[in-house]
T-cell receptor, first 113, second 111 residues
Framework: DAGVIQSPRHEVTEMGQEVTLRCKPI?????LFWYRQTMMRGLELLIY????????DSGMPEDRFSAKMPNASFSTLKIQPSEPRDSAVYFC???????????FGSGTRLTVV | GQQLNQSPQSMFIQEGEDVSMNCTSS?????WLWYKQDPGEGPVLLIALYKAGELTSNGRLTAQFGITRKDSFLNISASIPSDVGIYFCAGQETSGSRLTFGEGTQLTVNP
């Protein structure tokens, strides 16, 4: 298994631009999580899906952030418009069930200038 | 909300030394997990604990699920340079609830 695949690995964009981060979970996993990691706040859960349905999006910072999971093998996290304070590493993780260990992707390092 | 306190925040040790870190929660957990994050990568699961009092080893790593179900510790014996990274604890209150992560322990091992 290739694990959780995220793309791109790095993204540098100008303030105001739209950013789309992509994630392919492990085949057979039914839960998918989007995290943001910064030095100041550590790992923050943004949103998670169970069987492609968003369960809890209370961690999404504001309306500029949105996430979709159109099918079991793909999810996106979109930021529109992006701001410098969105700069962070964004991780996607998946699990077979919410009560089992998550497998993380390698992350997308986002820099908004 | 759920609080997970992880300590220490950072450790600087010499190669060969043993390391201990722990996490405490403000309420009872049913599951404790320990992850390691290498620079530029995502966290990787090291050990999972599912029963109070459980002691589990993975090579030089040993983790325990506290009897009170509000704490867990991770020990690394005979540290080596590749142990460098950030170690996270994570806990789950009930089956089906999401994981809560600790703030992480940054480990530096000097050769």
């Amino acid at each position: 298994d290739a694990g959780v695949i995220q793309s791109p690995r790095h993204e540098v964009t100008e303030m105001g631009q739209e950013v789309t981060l992509r994630c392919k979970p492990i085949s057979g996993h039914n839960s998918l999580f989007w995290y943001r990691q910064t030095m100041m706040r550590g790992l923050e859960l943004l949103i998670y899906f169970n069987n492609n349905v968003p369960i809890d999006d209370s961690g999404m910072p504001e309306d500029r952030f949105s996430a979709k999971m159109p099918n079991a093998s793909f999810s996106t996290l979109k930021i529109q418009p992006s701001e410098p304070r969105d700069s962070a590493v964004y991780f996607c993780a998946s699990s077979f069930a919410e009560n089992r260990g998550y497998t993380f992707g390698s992350g997308t390092r986002l820099t908004v200038v | 909300g759920q609080q997970l306190n992880q300590s220490p925040q950072s450790m600087f040790i010499q190669e060969g030394e043993d390391v201990s870190m722990n996490c405490t929660s403000s309420s009872i957990f049913n599951t404790w997990l320990w992850y390691k994050q290498d620079p530029g990568e995502g966290p990787v699961l090291l050990i999972a604990l599912y029963k109070a009092g459980e002691l589990t080893s993975n090579g030089r790593l040993t983790a325990q699920f506290g009897i009170t179900r509000k704490d867990s510790f991770l020990n690394i014996s005979a540290s080596i340079p590749s142990d460098v990274g950030i170690y996270f604890c994570a806990g789950q209150e009930t089956s089906g609830s999401r994981l809560t992560f600790g703030e992480g322990t940054q480990l530096t091992v000097n050769p």
